[in-house]
């Protein structure tokens, strides 16, 4: 049914797909601005723009327990300090995506990355 070179054909099409969805899953073509959200026992606490040109920062966020020290390093963000016991916030280590988020639950202190959507588009019309 098919020939050695459409097999060929086949296999090199679906490397190239493949191979260009982990490139734009991996660096992502999304312009859209990126934010960190720090929230304290559910409240809002900060909000600060992430990017390549984003600040170098590390914010006292106070919490139940204590001072959380949020570090911020242009895109990435890290929970530096914290004052519960088990450091699982801070043992997470750096996170840079949108929804990628560090919880401190003793301290409830939250950090989440938030991408700014800029389309009008709603749930109807997509």
Not at 16 to 32: A, H, R
Not at 90 to 115: F, S, T, Y
Request: charged share 25%; glycine share 8%.
């Amino acid at each position: 049914m098919f020939t050695k070179g459409d097999k060929i054909l086949i296999a090199v099409v679906l490397f190239f797909s493949v191979f260009t969805l982990i490139i734009f899953y991996t660096y992502g073509m999304d312009n859209n601005p990126t934010y960190a959200v720090i929230e304290v026992n559910g409240k809002f606490f900060q909000k600060i723009s992430l990017g390549s040109n984003g600040p170098q920062l590390k914010v006292e966020v106070p919490g139940i327990l204590g001072v959380s020290v949020v570090e911020i390093d242009k895109n990435r963000v890290r929970m530096l300090k914290s004052p519960c016991k088990d450091q699982l916030c801070v043992q997470q280590g750096w996170v840079e995506k949108g929804g990628e988020m560090i919880v401190c639950l003793p301290n409830r202190v939250v950090v989440k990355i938030v991408k700014e959507k800029k389309d009008d588009m709603d749930g109807v019309s997509f």
